[in-house]
């Protein structure tokens, strides 16, 4: 902690400034992950056949329950869309649709972001360089010979610290934004994969029994 106090402290004010987007960078990551790994983290296919064996036993009131469990998007869909089952397929249809456009930006929040955050704080890091260049330099022209070299090798480490400063955290943004990403579309693709198979088990299932489920 000492020495990334001092890589602070001789990078000057700007350096500061980059740690504030670095802290909103690791919130946004760390919030990203926990929503990804945690919150909406549901087997897709066992959650679904979960639903079916209920839905085909009438048990709807249960297969509710079953999805108010979880705030996965998921279980989000097809709450809205058990809640309408008794409606026809129709409504059902129409269910899922709504509440896919509710839950699908959830899933894609926040991401884009990281990218925003990274070009901010390469051009912070880009900023303070400069700023460290024109210090040094200023300073020896300024400065007696014998302190000429101490100035100048302050102000070329506060201009290389700020470099590695943005740079570092722009890498850090990048990375994360292309794995959060990946999982966003993944997730999405699974969302829309369950849904079709959602809207065609409960359309079976009216069918089967000679109309909707009973709640």
């Given at each position: 902690?000492?020495?990334?106090?001092?890589f602070?402290?001789?990078?000057?004010?700007?350096?500061?400034?980059?740690?504030?987007?670095?802290?909103?960078?690791?919130?946004?990551?760390?919030?990203?992950?926990?929503?990804?790994?945690?919150?909406?983290?549901?087997?897709?296919?066992?959650?679904?056949?979960n639903?079916?064996?209920?839905?085909?036993?009438?048990?709807?009131?249960?297969?509710?329950?079953?999805?108010?469990?979880?705030?996965?998007?998921?279980?989000?869909?097809?709450?809205?869309?058990?809640?309408?089952?008794?409606?026809?397929?129709?409504?059902?249809?129409?269910?899922?649709?709504?509440?896919?456009?509710?839950?699908?930006?959830?899933?894609?929040?926040?991401?884009?972001?990281?990218?925003?955050?990274?070009?901010?704080a390469?051009?912070?890091?880009?900023?303070?360089?400069?700023?460290?260049?024109?210090r040094?330099?200023?300073?020896?022209?300024?400065?007696?010979?014998?302190?000429?070299?101490?100035?100048?090798?302050?102000?070329?480490?506060?201009?290389?610290?700020?470099?590695?400063m943005?740079?570092?955290?722009?890498?850090?943004?990048?990375?994360?934004?292309?794995?959060?990403?990946?999982?966003?579309?993944?997730?999405?693709?699974?969302?829309e994969a369950?849904?079709?198979?959602?809207?065609?088990?409960?359309?079976?299932?009216a069918?089967?029994?000679?109309?909707?489920?009973?709640?």
């Amino acid at each position: 902690m000492q020495g990334f106090a001092k890589f602070l402290e001789e990078g000057g004010t700007l350096m500061y400034l980059n740690l504030g987007t670095s802290i909103i960078a690791l919130s946004v990551i760390v919030e990203r992950l926990v929503f990804f790994l945690v919150k909406s983290s549901v087997n897709a296919r066992a959650f679904l056949e979960n639903i079916r064996k209920l839905v085909m036993a009438n048990n709807v009131d249960r297969a509710v329950k079953l999805c108010s469990a979880t705030t996965a998007p998921v279980a989000q869909v097809a709450r809205a869309s058990l809640q309408r089952v008794h409606r026809g397929e129709i409504a059902v249809a129409q269910a899922i649709e709504e509440s896919l456009v509710d839950v699908t930006p959830l899933i894609k929040r926040r991401i884009q972001i990281l990218w925003s955050l990274a070009n901010i704080a390469t051009l912070i890091g880009l900023l303070g360089t400069v700023v460290g260049l024109i210090r040094a330099f200023a300073a020896v022209s300024a400065a007696k010979p014998e302190e000429r070299s101490n100035l100048l090798a302050r102000g070329i480490s506060e201009a290389l610290n700020n470099t590695a400063m943005g740079l570092g955290i722009a890498v850090t943004c990048i990375v994360a934004h292309a794995l959060l990403g990946s999982m966003s579309k993944r997730q999405t693709a699974d969302l829309e994969a369950f849904s079709l198979k959602l809207e065609n088990l409960l359309a079976e299932s009216a069918h089967a029994t000679g109309g909707p489920p009973h709640k």
